[in-house]
C-alpha cells in the first residue's frame, strides 16, 4: 500500500471565498462587460463611494495598489527631497519604498516587542528638523496606538500617513484605522482581508483639499483632460477590480470576525507551550496574519517540520528593511525589530479556515514544539 502525502494546508485558501461568491462575482464581471466602461468606470465610483461609507470617512480615492496609495499620499501632503518621514524598521519593504521613491529618507524606530508595531515612545527622540510625518503600519492587522502617535504628530506639527495595507476592518479604540492620520493607505493585493483579484489601492482622507490633490495625482497630474498641472501616476483602481471588491466589501465584518476567533483558538490550544508566543488579542485587531514567535533559534527548524506535516506557513518579514541591500549599513541595528525577523513566523489564518483544519495545526504545532523539547 502506498503511503499517501499529507493534506496540504495554505497559509491562506481563497478557494472557499471564491466557491461562495462566485455566482455574485461573475456577475459583477458580466456587467462590467456589457458596460464595456473598464477604466474609471461605474464600480469604482460606486465602491469609492460604499467604501467611504463603511469606514466613516469623507473621501476614498482608488488607486493602482497600496504601495501608489502611499506614495500618492505623501506627495499630496507635499513631502520630498530633504524630507523626513520616521516608521518602522519591520514591514514590507513598500513602506519605506514609498518615502524613498518621493525623494525623503525613511527614519527608522524600533518595535514595540509585544505588538511587533512601531513603538510610539521611541518617535520623538528621532525627530529633527528635517522630520515632516510619521507613517506607522499596523502590521498583521494589529493597530498601532494611534492616540499617542497623533499626540506626537500633533505636538510637532507633523503629517500622519497610516499605512494599513493589512488592517482593512482594524479599529484603534472603535475607529476605523486609516481614518484617524492624514491619509489611510490600503491595498487590495488578493491575500488581503478586503482583497481584489489582482492589484488595487485606495487611500481614504477627510481633508478635501488633499482628496482633490490625490485623485489629480493618480491621472496623470491632471483635474482636467489634457490639462496636466504636474507630474503625476498612471494609478487607477480598475473597473473589474472595483467591481470584485463591491460583492466582497458587505462580507468584511463577518470575515474578521472570524479572523479573530481562528486567532483566539489557537491561543486558546497554544496555551503553556514552551518556546512559542502567541500574539494579543487586542480589541480591533483584524488578524490579517496569525504570526507566533518561535523562541531559541528553531523558527526555521518549526517551519520545516511543519511542511513535512503539509502545514503552510510564511515568515513575515526575514530582513527588516533598514538591513535589506538598500538601506543597509545606513542605520544602527534595531534591537526587537532584528529578534523579530529572526523569530515570526505566521499560521494558516481565512475566512475559509474550519474548525477541522485548525485543530489539524495545532496538533502538528503541538506534536513539533512537544518533540523538540525532549
Not at 467604501?51 to 480615492?61: M, N, S
Not at 495595507?165 to 479604540?173: D, M, T
Not at 486558546?268 to 504570526?291: N, R, S
Request: glycine share 8%; net charge negative; aromatic share 8%.
Amino acid at each position: 500500500m502506498t503511503a499517501t502525502a499529507p493534506l496540504q494546508i495554505p497559509i491562506l485558501d481563497l478557494k472557499p471565498e471564491i466557491d461562495e461568491l462566485r455566482p455574485e462575482i461573475m456577475a459583477a464581471i458580466g456587467r462590467v462587460l456589457d458596460r464595456t466602461d473598464f477604466i474609471m468606470g461605474e464600480d469604482v465610483h460606486l465602491f469609492e463611494a460604499e467604501v467611504a461609507a463603511y469606514l466613516g470617512v469623507k473621501h476614498a480615492i482608488g488607486v493602482n495598489s497600496g504601495t501608489d496609495a502611499l506614495v500618492i499620499a505623501l506627495r499630496a501632503l507635499g513631502i520630498g527631497p530633504g524630507d523626513e518621514v520616521i516608521t518602522t524598521p519591520f514591514t514590507f519593504f513598500a513602506t519605506a519604498e514609498s518615502i524613498s521613491m518621493v525623494g525623503a529618507k525613511p527614519v527608522f524606530v524600533d518595535i514595540d516587542p509585544a505588538t511587533l508595531n512601531l513603538n510610539p515612545e521611541l518617535i520623538e527622540a528621532a525627530i529633527t528638523p528635517a522630520t515632516r510625518a510619521i507613517m506607522p503600519v499596523h502590521l498583521y492587522g494589529n493597530p498601532v496606538d494611534m492616540t499617542r502617535v497623533m499626540e506626537i504628530a500633533h505636538k510637532h506639527g507633523l503629517k500622519v500617513v497610516e499605512d494599513c495595507a493589512q488592517s482593512f476592518g482594524a479599529r484603534w479604540q472603535g475607529t476605523q484605522t486609516g481614518t484617524i492620520g492624514d491619509f489611510g493607505a490600503y491595498s487590495f493585493f488578493p491575500s488581503k482581508n478586503l482583497g481584489a483579484y489582482g492589484d488595487g489601492g485606495l487611500l481614504a482622507t477627510n481633508d478635501d483639499a488633499l482628496a482633490d490633490t490625490a485623485r489629480m495625482l493618480r491621472v496623470h497630474g491632471s483635474r482636467k483632460k489634457y490639462h496636466n498641472e504636474t507630474v503625476g501616476y498612471n494609478s487607477r483602481l480598475d473597473t473589474m477590480q472595483a467591481a470584485i471588491l463591491r460583492v466582497k466589501l458587505p462580507h468584511i465584518e463577518k470575515w474578521n470576525a472570524h479572523r479573530r476567533e481562528v486567532a483566539r483558538q489557537y491561543n486558546e490550544g497554544l496555551k503553556g507551550i514552551e518556546g512559542i508566543v502567541t500574539p494579543e488579542l487586542t480589541d480591533g485587531h483584524a488578524f490579517h496574519q496569525y504570526t507566533v514567535r518561535v523562541q531559541s533559534g528553531r523558527r526555521d527548524e518549526v517551519q520545516q517540520k511543519l511542511a513535512a506535516h503539509g502545514i503552510g506557513t510564511m515568515i513575515y518579514y526575514p530582513i527588516p528593511q533598514d538591513e535589506l541591500p538598500i538601506y543597509k549599513g545606513q542605520y544602527p541595528v534595531y534591537e526587537h525589530s532584528s529578534l523579530a525577523a529572526q523569530e515570526a513566523l505566521s499560521l494558516p489564518i481565512g475566512p475559509g479556515l474550519d474548525a477541522a483544519t485548525q485543530q489539524r495545526v495545532l496538533k502538528s504545532v503541538t506534536l513539533i514544539f512537544t518533540s523538540i523539547q525532549q
